[in-house]
């Protein structure tokens, strides 16, 4: 799974750029923000990418900065939001802008972004209002223990780990796994092998 991609930029269009690493072109699409500060033809950038993994292809989302590919991920586990969404989102504000917004649960903010209804909304600012405080002020990710709020024991942990190896920031894979335990429930999620959580977990963040 790509987590970076450091090279030139060969061209770019209103919500992607194709980055030329090695001889090999990767499509990315971005946010139009990116777009506005990403370097010119021929020079250098370096990329955060969330690879998105479906039956009938394979996507690449491209970030200038770590702290937007977390939030990115962050909002993909909000019922409703896929990565479109997401990307339109990030693309509406700075990324300490919208999590001020979401912790404050300033709907009104929240619906001037492109994409986003009351409903969506009050959606986002009740599922993610305790997890992108970190992130308002600009403080970065920060890690977090799963057992504390996930339980689970060491399938959990071992789940967060690989989570962690493929690029997900601890925040976003802790967020997915809650995701897991809230859709099957906490007998069922108790039961569940290391595998299976990873392999719940990276669906409810396709």
Do not use: W
Not at 120 to 127: G, H, L, Q, S, Y
């Amino acid at each position: 799974m790509i987590a970076t991609l450091s090279g030139k930029v060969l061209y770019k269009t209103t919500d992607r750029a194709v980055i030329d690493v090695g001889g090999v072109g990767y499509e990315t699409i971005v946010t139009t923000d990116a777009i506005a500060r990403m370097p010119e033809k021929n020079e250098q950038v370096f990329l955060f990418i969330h690879t998105n993994v479906r039956e009938d292809a394979i996507t690449l989302y491209g970030f200038l900065e770590e702290e937007e590919k977390e939030l990115f991920l962050i909002l993909k586990t909000v019922s409703g939001i896929g990565p479109k969404l997401a990307l339109s989102i990030l693309s509406g504000l700075k990324v300490a802008d919208i999590c001020q917004a979401i912790s404050a649960g300033d709907i009104k903010r929240l619906t001037t972004l492109p994409g986003v209804g009351k409903r969506t909304a009050e959606r986002i600012c009740v599922d993610l209002k305790e997890k992108v405080g970190h992130l308002a002020y600009g403080g970065g990710a920060v890690g977090i223990t799963a057992p504390v709020t996930l339980q689970g024991g060491s399938e959990v942990s071992d789940a967060l780990s690989a989570l962690s190896n493929l690029g997900y920031p601890d925040s976003v894979a802790q967020s997915a796994l809650s995701a897991v335990k809230k859709q099957v429930g906490d007998e069922e999620f108790a039961k569940l092998k290391v595998e299976d959580l990873i392999r719940l977990a990276l669906r409810s963040l396709a």
